[in-house]
């Protein structure tokens, strides 16, 4: 081994016990009830270190190859052999060719470590699909889940859409029906849920289009809009006035919930409908509002594990109606018209600050179909006026009979272009011999 030694940690406590044993701080009876071995053993541990110090602590065997190692010419046969055949198999793959084909006895553990050694193999990391139910949230309205579930509610044939908010501490439930999932019914859900309960603290959805920016908007209807430069939804942006959290589900199990929830209302609440004899979206929505969610929620939902409400007052937010709603920008025309979605308003004179031409003005457009007119935080007097007409511009044509057309060309015949290169007097119907040099 040289002038250097490689020592385990155990041959360094058997040092330090044999120091002290040469020291005469202890005996050889006291160095075997330390060291844990039989008195013989501390005997032949201690004549080896009396004759070769450190070196008649460490392991004889240390350094050297095991005797029940592998040939060094039977792993290069083993390798190359792999190279031939087997050169993007895995060790576990490999091995069994290598078994059931080659006739090579070898363990796969052994296989793995000698492609590792050569750089003929690297392993791949895989994460095991593991799914745990994770544990409620402490606080009612620490998170809100939320989801749309398409069903035959009115058992008619027709797939209309019940958007569902639970909440993950509680269970307790808030839903309105309309035709599809739209955000019309989103934006009214979540106001009502605020008005009930509070501003929550986070949001947990899907990838939708509806939840998340979309992809891809209208042009003309969004090119100008701010939804549209800030790459938000309409959701979004409310979550983000609101100071609400939006975190997204890559799964339906992440939201699993509000998806358990989805089998409660497509069970019973289908066959409340149909006791009651409500085949209309606005007499379940009134049902569900007056009846229905009080009776789920008081059979179903939990106690929170914290007294503490984690929904936020709406103080200091403003009227609810300026932010449910959607938003877009428009350019202030030279006449003061201002046109959204097909239709004109005439910007009126009696205004506290008046926008110039060519400025931008925020429109809103409320969940009751209202618009409102901004300019700097000041809302705007309009008036809905008609579609402007096109002018037509009115083309006077110049009438000319046909004997005045002729006298016209006889006139011009020698105007011409074919007239005034034509020397030779091809169309006069003279014959023109041919001059020969």
């Known amino acids: 081994m040289g002038d250097k030694l490689i020592m385990s940690q155990k041959e360094l406590d058997r040092k330090v016990i044999l120091e002290a044993v040469r020291q005469g701080q202890m005996t050889l009876q006291e160095a075997s009830d330390r060291l844990e071995i039989s008195y013989r053993q501390v005997k032949r541990i201690w004549k080896e270190y009396k004759l070769k110090g450190n070196a ?42 290598l078994t059931e084909e080659d006739n090579y006895s070898l363990s796969v553990e052994t296989l793995r470590k000698w492609l590792l050694e050569a750089g003929l193999w690297l392993p791949k990391r895989r994460r095991k699909k593991h799914r745990q139910r994770r544990a409620r949230k402490e606080q ?48 009214k859900t979540l106001w009502l849920w605020i008005l009930l309960y509070g501003i929550p603290n986070s949001i947990y959805v899907d990838l939708k289009n509806l939840y998340i920016s979309p992809k891809r908007l209208k042009k003309e209807d969004a090119e100008d809009d701010k939804e549209f430069k800030e790459g938000l939804s309409v959701f979004q942006r409310v979550c983000k006035k609101l100071h609400i959290k939006i975190i997204k589900a890559y799964s339906p199990q ?32 009134k ?16 106690e929170p594990l914290s007294k503490v409400d984690g929904h936020r007052s709406i103080e200091g937010y403003g009227d609810l109606k300026e932010i449910f709603c959607w938003e877009y920008t428009r350019q202030v025309q030279n006449d003061w018209v201002i046109r959204i979605k097909g239709e004109y308003y005439q910007i009126l004179k009696e205004q506290e600050i008046e926008p110039k031409a060519k400025q931008s003005v925020t429109i809103r457009i409320y969940l009751d179909g209202t618009l409102g007119f901004w300019f700097k935080n000041t809302r705007l007097k309009v008036e809905k006026i008609a579609k402007p007409q096109k002018s037509e511009k009115v083309v006077k044509k110049r009438c000319i009979n046909s004997a005045e057309r002729s006298a016209i060309s006889r006139k011009n015949k020698g105007k011409t272009p074919w007239s005034q290169f034509n020397s030779l007097g091809l169309n006069s119907g003279e014959k023109v011999k041919p001059v020969i040099a």
């Open 56 to 97: 008649g602590l460490v392991h004889k065997l240390r350094g050297k190859p095991s005797t029940q190692a592998y040939d060094e010419a039977y792993r290069k046969v083993i390798l190359q052999r792999y190279e031939e055949r087997y050169i993007d198999f895995g060790p576990t793959f490999a091995h069994e060719k």
């Open 140 to 187: 009612f309205g620490e998170l809100l889940q939320i989801d749309g579930s398409i069903h035959d509610w009115f058992c008619n044939g027709k797939n209309d859409c019940l958007l569902n908010i639970v909440d993950d501490a509680t269970g307790m439930t808030l839903s309105q029906l309309d035709t599809g999932e739209t955000t019309f019914v989103l934006l």
């Open 254 to 285: 992440a939201k699993g919930r509000v998806e358990r929830n989805h089998g409660v209302y497509q069970d019973r609440f289908v066959k409340e409908l149909r006791l009651k004899q409500i085949n209309t979206i606005e007499e379940a929505n």
């Open 287 to 302: 049902f569900l509002l007056e009846k229905y969610i009080d009776k789920v929620n008081s059979k179903f939902s939990k």
